[in-house]
């Protein structure tokens, strides 16, 4: 257990409304990730953070928000949801204790359909 | 910019035999190397990383996982698999420098047949 929630954990909503995915830890992790998983691409980052209020982009970063008020707390915001949107959303963690090769520590996802 | 190929998409095995998953990555900088797995509906546990030193590397469930650099290669290998063993195999490479952040292959389906 990575002490990682992620909710809401299924989600269907209509295109063209705002959605957000909330990701929690109880490790007080530095780092915090969003990718999306599809069929054929692997995992691709959304957005990291790297401390509260500090939040850098992707490689598919187009269509979303993030925010972190908290250390403890990720949001990933679709403001205006797509079909191409639908797919299965991971929160990820991991502390900074060393220049990189630290262990990235992934949630259960989010599994999000756009009709 | 770094990515990373696994091979094959699928790979059918019979329960006792021997596996090789294939990963090659590129980068103009030194990265490191993971092999996750993803069980169904569930996220993703990591396997093995290499960091640095022995080129071999072993993880947990009896995989292991060997570095060539010439070859740019991880591939991961388990000498005798088990049904247990059913699930999505990732491949993922991050820079040693910066914020670490993971790319990762396309994934490859290992199915067990009895």
């Known amino acids: 257990d990575a002490g990682i929630t992620q909710s809401p954990r299924h989600k269907v909503t209509e295109t063209g409304t705002p959605v957000t995915l909330r990701c929690h830890q109880t490790e007080n992790h530095r780092y915090m990730y969003w990718y999306r998983q599809d069929p054929g691409h692997g995992l691709r980052l959304i957005h990291y953070s790297y401390g509260v209020k500090d939040t850098d982009k992707g490689e598919v970063s187009d269509g979303y928000s993030v925010s972190r008020s908290k250390t403890e707390d990720f949001l990933l915001t679709l403001e205006s949801a797509t079909s191409s949107q639908t797919s299965v959303y991971f929160c990820a963690i991991s502390d900074a204790r060393r220049q990189g090769g630290n262990t990235i520590y992934f949630g259960e996802g989010s599994w999000l359909t756009v009709v | 910019a770094q990515s990373v190929t696994q091979l094959d998409s699928q790979v059918p095995v019979f329960e006792e035999a021997p596996v090789e998953l294939r990963c090659n990555y590129s980068s103009s900088v030194s990265v490191y190397l993971f092999w996750y797995v993803q069980y169904p509906n569930q996220g993703l546990q990591l396997l093995l990383k290499?960091?640095?030193?022995?080129?071999l590397v072993k993880g947990i469930n009896g995989f292991e996982a060997e570095f060539n650099k010439s070859q740019t290669s991880f591939h991961l290998r388990k000498p005798s698999v088990h049904i247990s063993d059913t699930a999505e195999y990732f491949c993922a490479v991050s820079w040693i420098q910066g914020a670490q952040k993971l790319v990762f292959g396309q994934g490859t389906r290992l199915t067990i047949n009895p």
């Open positions: 290499y960091l640095s030193g022995s080129t």
